[in-house]
């Protein structure tokens, strides 16, 4: 199964990008997506807007893009964090059509294998 890897910087763009003509094609084939985020511990600070929007971006491809709960595919959104409230993130990613799964791990690094920072992370995957 192919696997395509999208570092977003500006959702809005990377929505209109997925809803353009040129799209149709890849959204055609797309058997899945999963967005994965840091979960911010406060969820109206700035971070917690940003993932917020790039949830909410993703869902107007899973609902103009691809049908909505309609689509014969698997949208997830992948919190990755010990916060213990998740309500604000289980309805955001319930309005946008995705399902929410949060993961919790007190062994996590503050930094990945390519000392990049987890709490900065925020990528979609696309299975095809």
């Not at 997925?18 to 149709?24: G, I, R, T």
């Not at 399902?99 to 920072?117: D, Y």
Request: hydrophobic share 45%.
């Amino acid at each position: 199964m192919p696997i395509w890897l999208d570092l977003i910087s500006s959702p809005s763009e990377w929505s209109a990008s997925f809803l353009s003509a040129e799209a149709k094609e890849v959204l055609e084939v797309l058997g899945g997506l999963m967005v994965v985020f840091a979960l911010p511990v406060n969820a109206s600070s700035d971070e917690g807007k940003a993932s917020q929007d790039l949830i909410r971006q993703v869902g107007k491809v899973v609902k103009e893009g691809l049908g909505g709960w309609g689509w014969d595919g698997v949208g997830l959104c992948l919190g990755v964090g010990e916060i213990d409230d998740v309500d604000v993130w289980e309805d955001c990613c319930a309005e946008s059509g995705l399902e929410f799964v949060q993961v919790r791990s007190q062994l996590t690094p503050s930094r990945n294998e390519f000392g990049g920072r987890f709490a900065n992370t925020r990528a979609i995957y696309l299975f095809y």
